[in-house]
């Protein structure tokens, strides 16, 4: 139980942390504003890039793996549209967000944190896979059905190249690329070059956590939606048990890279979920909600995962091969 404690006072003990100075200092949202910059831009790059680059390439082309992933990450999103899409009477802008609500889970901030505390620093490789390709699709299939929707007026050009604009400049994906080109080439990170990643790489955990009790302290809950009855459950059980066995039915992975899907699988609902919310004028309130909600849901879920996970009581792969 000490080793479970263990880990979980340092993940869940830095939110909390963030979120009782944020209580304490009273100071405004945007004061975190280059704290988040930081994170985005410099902390969590430098940490994907120190490990993809130094990762043969043959573990990073997975394609199995990512297929089964994206197949249960959007077979959940399809699941909690509809049923938004029947909650709202048709409405497709809402059922949008709250699919998001329900598959789009907080793997920028707490995945890679989560599962190089449990899991070491091999987990960091399909935290980086699984983060590029369901982030490339979340930015390309939310923008077009809120276009659908009609709440954004918006060309179909302009559509598409703002889309692809946000795939092709984001931080971590720009920093996945290039640890993957290094990774190929075979190039070593030069020596002071490499020190200094490697400092930036080990601030990333402690200050995304941080932040992220910060921004819950600064977003309180007004109201608790009808719809969190369903899209708590579907986000904190329901899609890491799909994960968890899509992935043992479909093949005989690394078991660092099954519980690493399952992990990311368990995380509650990312902040950017109320991000998107709020720039399509869309079910704001309620996003911030379900962010707030999932998150201190998440304290049992993910420990008891954890739990599963370290003693064994889980195993890696449910039908292994014979």
Partial sequence: MLDILGLILPLFGLIVIGFVTARITRQPLEAAGWLNTFIIYIALPALFFKLLSKTPVDQLA?????????????GIFIFTFVLGLIASRG??????????AGAYGNIGYMG??????????KAAIPVAIIFCFENILHFALAPALIAVSGKQK??????????????????????????????????????PLQRLIDYLAQAAAPCALFAMGVTLALRPLKRVPLALGYIV???LVVHPAAMYFGLSYVG????VWVFAAVLLAALPTATNVFVMAQQYGVWVERATASVLVTTAMSVL?????????????IPPDWWPAQ
């Fill in 233 to 235: 459950p579907i986000k």
């Fill in 252 to 255: 005989d992975f690394e078991p």
């Fill in 112 to 121: 890679p944190a989560i599962a190089i505390l449990a899991l070491g620093e």
């Fill in 62 to 74: 997975s394609w199995e793996f990512i297929a089964s992933n994206i197949l249960v990450t959007y």
């Fill in 154 to 191: 918006q060309s179909a050009g302009r559509l598409i190249a703002d889309v692809v604009r946000k795939i092709l400049f984001h931080p971590f994906i720009i920093a996945t690329a290039v640890g993957v080109g290094f990774a190929i080439l075979e190039w070593p990170a030069p020596e």
């Fill in 301 to 313: 879920t993910v420990s008891a995962l954890l739990y599963g996970v370290t003693t064994g009581l």
């Fill in 91 to 100: 409405n497709i802008a809402e059922g949008t967000i709250q699919g998001l």
